[in-house]
């Protein structure tokens, strides 16, 4: 099973950047669907974006498209969402999430989930 550290998060003002790291372990790791998701308080879990094995296929919600970039290195082990033009509504704990056989999302079923790091984006 992959283990998942993510690391990065930070207070920010709006319109500033923060870019997070998720660390996996793992033989397989270069297999995986990576993405992240977010939760801010008193709100459900929601996807942000996610990028297939190869590499060169990523998706994106609708509230992140042009402002966050999601990337992977598979010599590191590492995947990284480059969050620019941040808004308040950013705000949120972020989790890294990994799965074999894709992600949809809805985040069901996947095989690891990160700890979580904290965004917070200031008006």
């Known amino acids: 099973q992959v283990q998942l550290i993510e690391s990065g998060g930070g207070l920010v003002q709006t319109g500033g950047s923060l870019r997070l790291s998720c660390a996996a372990s793992?033989?397989?790791?270069?297999?995986?669907?990576l993405g992240w998701f977010r939760q801010a308080p008193g709100k459900e879990r929601e996807f942000v974006a996610a990028i297939r094995w190869s590499g060169g296929s990523a998706y994106y919600a609708d509230s992140v498209k042009g402002r966050f970039t999601i990337s992977r290195d598979n010599a590191k082990n590492t995947v990284y969402l480059q969050m620019n033009s941040l808004k308040p509504e950013d705000t949120a704990v972020y989790y890294c999430?990994?799965?074999?056989?894709?992600?949809?999302?809805?985040?069901?079923?996947?095989?690891?989930w990160g700890q979580g790091t904290q965004v917070t984006v200031s008006s």
């Open positions: 999430a990994a799965d074999l056989g894709g992600i949809s999302p809805a985040g069901h079923g996947l095989e690891g």
């Open positions: 793992g033989r397989t790791f270069s297999r995986y669907t």
